[in-house]
Every structure is written in structure tokens, then in C-alpha cells.
């Protein structure tokens, strides 16, 4: 069992930037992918950004790359993302999850979830 919990979301103008906190615990949270999630309103949760189990690379969504960074503290047990040049369709509820080894772009592949930090980014 992992339990992960979100941190940082706020109100934020545009071209502004967040840096988004997910802390994980658990016995084997250290075996685990995390990756970042966001659901804009009325609309499925898309991956953003993660990195795997060992110390790899992370992988990014398109729309994100070059505006958003993941990284991972391992020996905390951390993931982060910092988002800059934050744009309207931005907004919305970002999400830490957790998968065991390899990140996977599927939301429906990660069984743990955070409970989700609010971003909401004005014109």
C-alpha cells in the first residue's frame, strides 16, 4: 500500500509558475513509478509528466514539454513539478499516482492515487 498526498496548488496568473509536492509513504514506495496527472474541468485525467523506480529519465506529455520539470527525491519519497509559463488550460485539478516499476501514460494503470491539489491559472 502506498498512500500519496499533494501539495502547492493555488491561484496563479498566466505565464506565472507553481511547483506542485507529492509526498509518498508506504513499506515499498521507494519501488514505485509517480507520475503527475491533470483533469481539467468535464474532462479525463491526462498524464503529464513521471519517473520510474530507479533513478531514470522522466517522461513528459507533449503539451507540457519545455513549461513543466518532474523530479523525484528518492530518499524522501518525493515527486515534484514545477510549472512555468502557466497558461489557461492549465486549470484544474492536478493528481500524484503511483504504479509499481515503469511509468505508463494510462491513468487506468496507476492503482494509487493522491486526492488531488487545485490549479487555477486567470488570464
Known amino acids: 500500500q502506498v498512500r500519496l498526498v499533494e501539495s502547492g496548488g493555488g491561484l496563479v496568473q498566466a505565464g506565472g509558475s507553481l511547483r506542485l509536492s507529492c509526498a509518498a509513504s508506504g513499506r515499498t514506495a521507494g519501488d514505485y513509478a509517480m507520475a503527475w496527472f491533470h483533469q481539467a474541468p468535464g474532462k479525463e485525467r491526462e498524464f503529464v509528466g513521471g519517473i520510474g523506480w530507479s533513478d531514470s529519465a522522466p517522461t513528459y506529455a507533449n503539451p507540457v514539454a519545455g513549461r513543466f520539470t518532474v523530479s523525484r527525491d528518492f530518499d524522501s519519497n518525493a515527486l515534484y513539478l514545477q510549472m512555468n509559463s502557466l497558461k489557461p488550460e492549465d486549470t484544474g485539478a492536478y493528481y500524484c499516482?503511483?504504479?509499481?516499476?515503469?511509468?505508463?501514460?494510462?491513468?487506468?494503470?496507476?492503482?494509487?492515487w493522491g486526492q488531488g491539489t487545485q490549479v487555477t491559472v486567470s488570464r
Open positions: 499516482a503511483g504504479r509499481l516499476w515503469r511509468v505508463h501514460i494510462a491513468a487506468a494503470e496507476y492503482p494509487y
